[in-house]
């Protein structure tokens, strides 16, 4: 009988128990151990970066192939990369928007291209010889904005993307349709995780997102090779035929040359009343060289002349370079 405790010495053990718990808990916030159990991680921190990275590779690629569409810089970069909840991802959404739906095959499951109709309208109004200005009320594309914007923007994303991810797996990402209302995409439950991967795209003053929606049952066959370790130990050099390849287009890629003699000042009245004959008078001196112009930059100095009974021009100085 002597072993049995008493009430005062069981309540001093019940309250030394409660504070080694409060200090447990308070190391656990400390050091981050604290798990939320309504939202799983399925993507580990190496499986992020190398998702990342074939990310930032098509990023790359996509705003050369753009900037020669919109003949204008095009610059297209990874933002960031989250894991939710389909749920969340498409109470995320604005509506109306642009929701492209890629089949992933041989992978199951699609995956999903999101942007803002605004920016829709500025590549449209772009891609179709405009400053690239986009309306000021929202609403939804037309049958004609979304084919221009289907053949010229989304399949050639997806084309794009396919080649990214060679290094990992041959998938072929195929558009199948496109959404304008994000409660009509069936792709998953709401509670299934998803990795949302941001893009942002700049031309001219116009800037947003690119989102890209991937499920986690559609990599889940391929997740073990998503991990940056992998990524540099599948890199391989060049292949000597696509380099020649290469370098063969570039070659044959057609620049507009234009030879700028000079420029002046005239006022409405004096250019409605312009007869043949009149001279308008160049700020440029007539023993000075003039510029020839690669597009809108000025690479050469050179003067001009005649070869036979055509104009030429003669180039004496290479340009220093302009910025990018």
């Known amino acids: 009988m002597e072993d049995i405790l008493s009430q005062n010495e069981i309540d001093k053990l019940i309250e030394a128990s409660r504070e080694a718990s409060d200090d447990y808990m308070k190391d ?21 970066r190398g998702l990342q990275r074939i990310h930032e590779q098509f990023c790359r690629t996509y705003s050369g192939m753009m900037s020669a569409k919109l003949r204008t810089r095009f610059d297209l970069k990874y933002q960031s990369i989250t894991q939710l909840t389909f749920g969340e991802f498409i109470r995320s959404l604005p509506n109306p928007s642009v929701l492209s739906v ?24 772009r891609l179709c010889g405009g400053p690239g200005f ?7 594309l037309s049958d004609i904005e979304m084919a221009v914007l289907k053949r ?5 994303f997806g084309d794009i993307l396919s080649d990214s991810w060679k290094e990992i797996e041959d998938i072929k990402f195929r558009l199948e349709h496109i959404e304008s209302n994000p409660q009509f995409l069936q792709l998953a439950s709401d509670r ?9 795209f700049e031309f001219n003053k116009v800037s947003d997102i690119f989102n890209l929606c991937i499920p986690y049952r559609t990599l889940e066959p ?47 009245g004096e250019l ?50 302009q910025g990018e």
């Open 272 to 321: 409605l009343n312009l007869e043949p004959g009149d001279v308008i008078e160049l700020e440029r001196k007539r023993s000075e060289n003039v510029d020839i112009k690669i597009g809108k930059l000025t690479k050469f100095k050179g003067t001009p002349g005649k070869l036979g009974d055509k104009l030429g021009v003669v180039i004496t100085s290479i340009c220093e370079p």
């Open 192 to 200: 299934d995780v998803v990795v949302a991967i941001s893009l942002r």
């Open 134 to 140: 986009s309306i000021r009320h929202t609403r939804g």
């Open 152 to 156: 010229q923007v989304i399949t050639m």
């Open 102 to 125: 890629f089949d992933a095959s041989p992978l199951p499951g699609s995956i999903i291209l999101q942007l803002t109709p605004d920016s829709a309208f500025s590549l449209h109004d």
């Open 28 to 48: 656990s916030e400390i050091i981050g151990d604290s798990y939320d159990f309504t939202k799983p991680n399925k993507f580990s921190k190496d499986q992020l």
């Open 222 to 268: 391929i997740i073990n090779k998503i991990t940056q370790h992998r990524l540099f130990d599948s890199l391989e050099p060049p292949n000597p035929e696509k380099v020649i390849e290469l370098k063969d287009k570039v070659r044959s890629v057609i620049l507009p040359v234009e030879v700028e003699l000079g420029s002046g000042v005239v006022t409405a």
